[in-house]
């Protein structure tokens, strides 16, 4: 749903914008409250000659400077489309997730040469792109998501409100993770610490936000399970919760045991809420944390260097203190959503520029 962020600034900063998706897909009924102009096309499959002629003709009557798609798999739409009109208009794909597959196939180089430049939302998919994709380095540019600071300020959460909800103690710690219940999020990891460190320490609750996706609701009850099953009576399940600032500035300590992540916007959102944290050493996570300075890092998939890492924080409220500031700072400096559009123009000013 980051699309959907970045149109909203977009239309803030009186930029005209037009959507193109897929019809009642999310995208699509989120959008009905932007009072823009939306075109929906139906693609099931990589080869779209009905629809690349649909395109054609919205693509032409619209006349745009930017045509800035985020997926892939819409090139296959898009590239035949722009090539039927003979539009020069900049292309941009902004690339989300990584890929294992090898793209540097006659037909795909025939896709990706139309593209002006790439977006990497971390150095990890900046690098999984230019060795899966026909790109040259120099068409990838790496561009960090942003989170609204307005939304996450300390001083506006209702930390003793969620406190007094789930019966923490004035005395207690609360450390907690944020994700959805899917196999290598950090679940086990973080239960196995939750466990170690309760046998040492009679002051710290734990806490897990998120809900399973669709299909996934089977690996949710088997951690459940597992916590039951190891008497940890100490653990919250919270489930989803919309009131996510609220929520983090209830906690002292913040986990993202992620076993892989393209980048890592929950760790972000806690970070500006001035947590500090404790990261798995993997993937984005590396672009948004440091070690020592906003947060402590172990290696992935370790609970046991992840409870000696928690406990660093737990022993030392002034160390907690002080990386919560760095955090909040870094945000403040890297991951604002207003510093995120503003390379953004750069990019779309930059792209419309090199094609004159």
Known sequence: MYFITTVKQLIARDIKVEILCYPESRIHLESNSLNILIHTIKTSRYFHPLEAFLL??????????????HASKDLWVLVPALKMIKSTAPLLLTKHVGSFVIKKDFFHKWLYKRVSFAIAISEVIKKNLVETCPLSEDKVQL???????ENFNPLQANRKGIRDEFGIKENELLIGMLARFSPGKGHEEFLSAAESLSAKY?????????????????????????????????????????????VLSAMDVFVFPSHAEAFGLALVEAMAMKLPSVCSNSDGILDIAVDGVTSFLFEKKNWKELADKIELLVQSPSQRNEMGDAARKRVEENFALEVHMDKLLNVYSNSINAGK
Not at 56 to 69: A, P, T, V, W
């Open 56 to 69: 054609k003709e919205i693509l032409n009557n619209g006349n745009y400077d930017i045509i800035h798609s």
């Open 143 to 149: 561009l960090h998501n942003g989170i609204p600071l």
């Open 202 to 246: 009679d002051n710290l609750k734990f806490i897990v936000v998120g809900e399973a996706s669709k299909g996934e609701g089977d690996y949710a009850e088997h951690i459940k399970q597992k916590a039951a099953e190891r008497k940890l009576q100490n653990i919250i399940f919270a489930g989803f919760r919309s009131d996510t600032r609220d």
